[in-house]
């Protein structure tokens, strides 16, 4: 299915942060990543060598400051992606200003730990479907819910139909694994006895016309392993 989702832990609570990173990788469904201050939280979300977050688990009290103003930093320097706070302070004042800061949610401590995964999934799905879910791949960003690739280096842009889509959301998911074509076709049709996999292929086939540099000679959506693999790093520009 779907890779696991890279989630950055900040939090200067050694054990906690342990705690948290064998939680959320325990299924295989998130990749926790780790920062103990503001600092270095920050080079892990806007670094251009850093790895891509999907999702934020950010603390208050950081050694180097108050985890709402770096979340304040991150929302006008553009970072969209879901912003869990998570504190000891759960009174009233402390919760609307962690949420003026930009935070998605808050969650004071001690907390549960299955509560906290629900959240977090939650603000994913909400995250996953709204205007600011942005991806690269290769030349282009992609804007699932508008349909939509940008590719500024040419200033060109291409309209994707609501399968064509689905198709990259699923397998940018899949972190670089290839995805079987009854996978795929389950995930993107449902699980549909009409629709075969001839219908995926011929939408394929269309996607690569769109997206490929020379469509008869894939790097981003490639044939693999009785399925398909999506390639993002394939045909970036290096800065």
Known sequence: MT??????????????RATLSEQLALDGE???LEAETSAEAADQLL???????????LDIGLPDGDGRDLCARLRREGVKIPIIMLTGADGEQDVVRGLDAGANDYIAKP????ELLARLRAQLRVFDNSEDAV???GPYTFRPSAKLLLEPAKNRKI???EKEAAILKFLYRAGGRAVARQVLLNEVWGYNAAVTTHTLETH??????KIEPD????CLLLTEGGGYRLDPQAGRVAA
């Open 3 to 16: 890779g696991p989702r890279p989630i950055l832990i900040v939090d200067d609570d050694v054990a906690l």
């Open 215 to 218: 469509p008869t000679n894939a």
């Open 159 to 161: 309209r994707l139909t």
């Open 111 to 114: 907390f549960r730990v299955a």
């Open 204 to 209: 394929i086939y269309r996607l690569r016309q």
């Open 135 to 137: 991806f690269v791949i």
């Open 47 to 57: 670094g251009g060598e850093s790895p891509r977050c999907d999702a934020v688990l």
């Open 30 to 32: 998130f990749a926790p």
